[in-house]
Each structure stands twice: as C-alpha cells, then as structure tokens.
C-alpha cells in the first residue's frame, strides 16, 4: 500500500476514540494485525480495506491516498437524503405531502437527465438547478434589506433580479431542450 494508507487508517481509529485493542475486537482482527497495518508493516487484501472504509465512512480512495476527499460522490447523495430527512420529518403531514411531489419531480428531471447519457444534458441541469439556488439567496439578500428601515432597498432591483433571473432560466430551458432534441434524433455529438 502506501504511506497514507497507515497514517490514514491511525487516523480514522484516532477519530472513532478508539484503541488498536477496540479496533480489533470490533473488527474481528488481532490487535498486532491493527498495529501492523499503521506502522506500515502489513496490508490489508481488497475486501478489508473495503470492510474498514465501510466501517470509518471513508472511501477506500482515501483510504490508500488515491484521493484527498473522504467521502465519495455515492455517500454525497445519501448524506443529502439525511440532511432532508430530519427537516421533512418536522413537517406536518400536509407539507410532507408537498415535498414528497417537489422531491420526485426534482429526481424525476435528473433520473431523465442521467439516462440520457449526455453529459451536457447534465451540465445544463446543473447550471439550471445553481442558478434556482443562487437566485434564491440572492432574492433573500434583498429582503434581508428591505427589512431594515435605513435600507437602500428599491422596487426597480427586485425587478431587475426577477428579470435577470427570468431571462437566464429561459436559456437554460432552451439549451435543454435543443439537447433534448439533439439526443432525441440521434446525433450524440460528443
């Protein structure tokens, strides 16, 4: 393996508040196996290292120093159903119904935009869902303004941030559906 496989792996323990003697038990190996596998004199086979990047939450990438990020692009989309879960779970029951239709027809879009196997069909769907987002903080921006009473706060950026913001989702609603168009009649230009 590598050296960042022993110093990653010490500190994944490390992060857990675990000894090598409680790492081991709880995986099931000897405690010289652990101690080998941070001082560098052992390596684990492809199934273990798998078992101990499921085990620290880490992707074996990591792991062994192929990758800076901890995580994985997978775990990014399960640790944003969690950060939805608790918020939809306070909901009441009628506002849960909302979400629920909200959610789909968002995964809806980008299941469409997955199986059309067109990166640029996904890049689009990502331009058009960040500028939803940032036009939504933007939008709070100025009432955040409007709020205070000193506030240089104008009917005329409001309008001007809507029309902005009309005119650029429009682009990328077209730019969508040339692609449609395009993968539609079969030219993949890519």
């Known amino acids: 393996m590598s050296v960042a496989f ?16 409680q790492l081991a038990e ?9 101690s080998g596998y941070e001082t560098g004199g052992k390596e684990p086979d492809f199934d273990t290292l798998c078992e101990f990047a499921e085990f620290f939450g880490v992707s074996a ?5 192929l990758s800076n990020s901890a995580g994985n692009r997978d775990d990014a989309l399960f640790q ?3 950060r939805i879960k608790g918020a939809y779970l306070a909901l009441p ?31 689009i769907l990502l331009d058009l869902f960040s500028l939803i987002a940032e036009s939504r903080e933007y939008i709070k ?10 506030s240089a706060f104008s009917i005329s950026d409001v309008l001007a941030a809507q029309n902005k913001f009309k005119y650029d989702v429009e682009s990328l609603l077209d730019r ?8 539609a009649l079969g030219d993949k230009g890519e």
Request: charged residues 35%; proline residues 2%.
């Open 80 to 82: 944003a159903n969690s």
């Open 176 to 183: 969508l559906l040339e692609e449609d168009l395009r993968v």
């Open 93 to 123: 029951a009628p506002q849960r119904d909302t979400v629920v239709k909200a959610y789909n027809a968002f995964y809806d879009i980008l299941r469409d935009g997955i199986l059309s196997d067109s990166s640029e069909k996904l890049n």
């Open 141 to 150: 921006g100025i009432a955040a303004r409007y709020e205070k009473p000193d």
């Open 61 to 65: 990438d990591y792991l062994v120093g």
């Open 6 to 21: 022993s110093a990653r792996f010490a500190e994944q323990r490390n992060k857990k508040r675990l000894t090598q003697a």
């Open 26 to 34: 709880t995986l099931n190996k000897k405690r010289s196996t652990i």
